[in-house]
Every structure is written in C-alpha cells, then in structure tokens.
C-alpha cells in the first residue's frame, strides 16, 4: 500500500472512512501521537460502548502483539468496531534492538492479509529500518504516514495555528523568538504555548517580552544579556554574546527585531517613569513580565531617554541596510550589519 500524506490522514478523520490498519512512524512523537489518539476518538460514535472496544499494547513486552492481534480479531461489543493501538515499535538495524521480533512476523502477516472488518488497527512506530522485513511487511499492508520533524515555515505555521487554537495572537517575532527559545521540540512548544496563552489573557497578545519573561531558556544566553551589556557599554562582553548567538544559528533580523523590542520597552517605560507613573501601569502597558522585570526598570531608571530614541533610530537604519543588502547580502551582510551596530550602541 502506498505511503499516504498527512493531508490524506485528515481526510480519512474527517469523512470517517479508516483504513483498516495504519502505520504512523517518523521523528516527531508528539504528532504521532496525537494522529493515533485523534483516530481512536473519531473511530467511535456517540452512545458507542468504547471502553469494551479500545485497547492498547505495548511492545516494550515484545510478547504484547500476540495479544494485540489476538484482541484485533474478536468482534466488537455494542459498538460499530473495535480499535487496537500498538505502540513502542522498533524495528532496528539490528535484531537485537527489534521490539517486533522475527518470530511474531508469520502471525502478523496472517493477520494483515485479511484483516478484521470491524476493527481498526493503528501502529505506532519509534523506529523502522527500511531494510527489514518486519518494515517492509507493515508498509505493504498499512496506510502509513509519516511524522518527520517540523521545521522552518511549517514548524512556524504550527506554532501559529496552536496560538490560535488558545485565542492567542502571536507578535511580530514572537513565534521565531518561542522556537529559538524553547528549541523545535513539539512537546515543548505545546506546553510552553499554553502557558503563554493564558498569561495572554484577556487581551490575547503574545509578545517578544512576555515570551522572554515566561518561557526558560534552552540556550545558555539569552537576549537580555546581550540588551544588558548593551546598555551598561560593555562592548566586548556584548559582542561576545552576539557572536555566541550567531554560533547557535539565531537569524539577524530576529535578533535585530528582539533587540528593538527590548529598547523600545525600555523607552516607554522611561517615560513614563518620569512622568510620575506608579510600577504595576509601566509593567502593564510597557510589557515587562516575570523575573527579570527589576533588570529591566533598573536599566530604564539608568538611562538617559535620548540615548534609548538614538538607539532605536539606528536599528532602523540597520534594518533597512539588511533588506536592502547594503555592504553585502546573504547571512554574513546581515551578521556584519548587527556586529556594527551592536558596537554602535555600546557607544552611545
């Protein structure tokens, strides 16, 4: 049977017409996962007796897919079919690391060549070696779908669709700052997405700094520390940093982007501290979440406010001479252009 699209699988969960057995295997485990888990909720109708009719095995028991098998051949009770999930599949380069062992293969091709018409089957796989048998077996018989790592824009139109799903809007940036953040790791990404939506509440707008204050870091520097040295006119620490930042694959015009918002924040905050207003409204209306929130009015109440508008206006030069590829396109140009202004401000 051909390997089917993920597009494909929402079809089927949508309209309700399953195949009879599938294979979800690939890197991402938390989209694996929620295919299998959304397929056995759809599997059943309302009035249907699904706790008689939804088993699951696991092969960390390697011995589990005789009872799995077993079970996927008995009729349904009071309900239209039966749903069987097998999970903690691993079929290796080497035998010696299978979960599905060899031995069970003769069974599990009986089965797969006239499978039950009321049951539903649903392999779960952490590991398929193209070149074995038991691979091959499963691939021929089931609709498999592969879960391969999201990146790049459809790791960010996840990330958005997820904010959605919470009534939450992402800001400019934001969604690039959560991933570099918080790394790729889907699991990760949904739990952090979460508590981000509900800080959201009720206006529902994630933004860079709310990002910043709530999320850990999974890198070792963050963005504050370069805006810190920043200000504070420690150069070579903060060119540190950014050449740090740069190692770890952050993106110049992300990092331009959160540099701007944390001086922007630091601007409004300053102004409105001279203007006599009390900390609770400048935190509220300047953004300045969690932790790291004393940092931040420290190094407002220590700069002089021409200083904070001189910086933001040569971002915005430096912004325009990225897009505009001035001294040099492509990634270098860029980072060349945020090391100078880096040095820039440090100097203001």
């Known amino acids: 049977m051909p390997e089917i699209s993920k597009e494909q ?26 295919a299998a888990r959304t397929i056995a909720d759809r599997a059943f109708s309302e009035g249907e007796l699904r706790e008689f009719n939804d088993d699951r095995f696991s092969l960390t028991d390697p011995d589990e897919i005789v009872r799995a098998l077993a079970a ?95 009534g939450a809007e992402p800001a400019d940036g934001a969604i690039r700052f959560l991933i570099a953040t918080a790394s790729s790791e889907l699991q990760r990404l949904s739990n952090e997405i979460k508590k981000l939506a509900a800080t959201a509440m009720p206006e529902g707008r994630v933004t860079v700094e709310m990002i910043e204050a709530v999320v850990p870091h999974s890198r070792e520097l963050s963005n504050f520390d370069l805006t810190d040295h920043l200000i504070a006119g420690r150069k070579d620490r903060a060119l540190k940093v950014l050449r740090k930042l740069f190692d770890d694959e952050a993106e110049p015009l992300m990092l331009l982007g959160l540099i701007a918002s944390r001086y922007r924040g630091l601007l409004m905050a300053k102004e409105l501290m001279d203007l ?22 420290a190094a407002a109440r220590r700069t002089d406010r021409r200083r904070l508008a001189s910086a933001i206006q040569k971002m915005a030069a430096t912004d325009l001479a990225i897009k505009t590829s001035v001294g040099g396109g492509g990634k270098a140009g860029a980072e060349m252009q945020i090391e100078m202004l880096v040095c820039e401000l440090a100097e203001l």
């Not at 009390?278 to 931040?296: L, N, Q, S």
């Open 276 to 297: 006599g207003v009390d900390r609770g409204t400048v935190a509220k209306r300047a953004k300045i979440f969690g932790p790291g929130a004393d940092e931040v009015f």
């Open 9 to 34: 699988l929402r079809n089927h969960i949508k309209t309700g017409s399953f195949a009879p057995v599938y294979l979800l295997h690939g890197s991402e485990a938390y989209l694996r996962d929620i």
């Open 72 to 166: 996927a051949e008995q009729l349904p009770m009071m309900a239209s079919r039966r749903v069987i999930r097998v999970s903690d599949i691993r079929v290796a380069a080497a035998a010696n690391r299978d979960t599905l062992k060899e031995d069970a293969l003769p069974r599990l091709e009986k089965y797969l060549a006239d499978p039950a018409p009321s049951t539903l089957l649903i392999f779960v796989a952490d590991e398929l070696n193209g070149n074995r048998k038991a691979t091959k077996l499963l691939k021929q018989h089931a609709a498999a779908v592969e879960f391969a790592q999201l990146e790049g824009r459809e790791l960010e139109d996840w990330v958005r669709r997820q904010f959605q799903d919470f």
